[in-house]
T-cell receptor, first 114, second 117 residues
Framework: KQEVTQIPAALSVPEGENLVLNCSFTDSAIYNLQWFRQDPGKGLTSLLLIQSSQREQTSGRLNASLDKSSGRSTLYIAASQPGDSATYLCAVISLETSGSRLTFGEGTQLTVNP | DTAVSQTPKYLVTQMGNDKSIKCEQNLGHDTMYWYKQDSKKFLKIMFSYNNKELIINETVPNRFSPKSPDKAHLNLHINSLELGDSAVYFC????????????????FGPGTRLLVL
C-alpha cells in the first residue's frame, strides 16, 4: 500500500528566503506526482504535475523534482513571499490493477514572514 | 466560471440526521472523486466514479452513499450522521488519459465543511 510522507510538517521562514519541501513515497511504481497548495479554509490548487518519466517541472518560482528510484520529490520555492504562506500537499498517483489512485501526504504548513 | 463546485459550503446538523452534498464539474472530465479531510488535515479518498461507474470504494461506512446521475455530477449522501463524520469533504474531477489509461491532473472543489453536533 502506497504511503506518502512530507517533511517538515511546518516551516516558518523570513521573506525572500529560498526553501525546499520534501516528499517521500514507499512504492516507486507511480504514474505521476502532483504538488498542491491549500489555503486556510479553501480548496486545493494544483501547482505542478510531474510525469513518472520526467525529472522535474518548473512554474515561475516553483521547481519540483522527482527521483522515482529513491521514492522522493522536492518542491523548491525561490525568493519566498508572504503570499506563499499555505499548506503544501504532495500526492502520488499509483499504478494498480484496478486503476489509478491518488495518495496524499499530510502536508507542510509554510509561513513566510514579512 | 467555477470548474468544480460543491454545495453547500457549510453544513451544520444534528447527530442522526441524513444529509447530502452535491458536486458538479464543467470541465468535461470523465472521473469524479470524493475525499475526506480530517482534523489533522489529512486527505483520504473515499470514492471515485468513472463515466458514472464506481471504480474506487475505500473502507467507508455504508452510511455514505455516492450517486452519479451523469458524468458531470457526483453527489454524496450520508445517513445517520455521527460526530466523527465532522470534517471537510472535497470533490474533485479529472480525465483518464486515452493514450495511457491513467489519471491526469485532478481539480478540486472548494470543500464542504460538515459539523455534526
Amino acid at each position: 500500500k502506497q504511503e506518502v510522507t512530507q517533511i517538515p510538517a511546518a516551516l516558518s521562514v523570513p521573506e525572500g528566503e529560498n526553501l525546499v519541501l520534501n516528499c517521500s513515497f514507499t512504492d516507486s511504481a507511480i504514474y505521476n506526482l502532483q504538488w498542491f497548495r491549500q489555503d486556510p479554509g479553501k480548496g486545493l490548487t494544483s501547482l505542478l504535475l510531474i510525469q513518472s518519466s520526467q525529472r522535474e517541472q518548473t512554474s515561475g518560482r516553483l521547481n519540483a523534482s522527482l527521483d522515482k528510484s529513491s521514492g522522493r520529490s522536492t518542491l523548491y520555492i525561490a525568493a519566498s513571499q508572504p503570499g506563499d504562506s499555505a499548506t503544501y500537499l504532495c500526492a502520488v498517483i499509483s499504478l494498480e490493477t484496478s486503476g489509478s489512485r491518488l495518495t496524499f501526504g499530510e502536508g507542510t504548513q509554510l509561513t513566510v514572514n514579512p | 466560471d467555477t470548474a468544480v463546485s460543491q454545495t453547500p459550503k457549510y453544513l451544520v446538523t444534528q447527530m442522526g440526521n441524513d444529509k447530502s452534498i452535491k458536486c458538479e464539474q464543467n470541465l468535461g472530465h470523465d472521473t469524479m472523486y470524493w475525499y475526506k479531510q480530517d482534523s489533522k488535515k489529512f486527505l483520504k479518498i473515499m470514492f471515485s466514479y468513472n463515466n458514472k461507474e464506481l471504480i474506487i470504494n475505500e473502507t467507508v461506512p455504508n452510511r455514505f452513499s455516492p450517486k452519479s446521475p451523469d458524468k458531470a455530477h457526483l453527489n454524496l449522501h450520508i445517513n445517520s450522521l455521527e460526530l466523527g463524520d465532522s470534517a471537510v469533504y472535497f470533490c474533485a474531477s479529472s480525465r483518464i488519459s486515452r493514450a495511457s489509461g491513467r489519471m491526469e491532473t485532478q481539480y478540486f472543489g472548494p470543500g464542504t465543511r460538515l459539523l455534526v453536533l
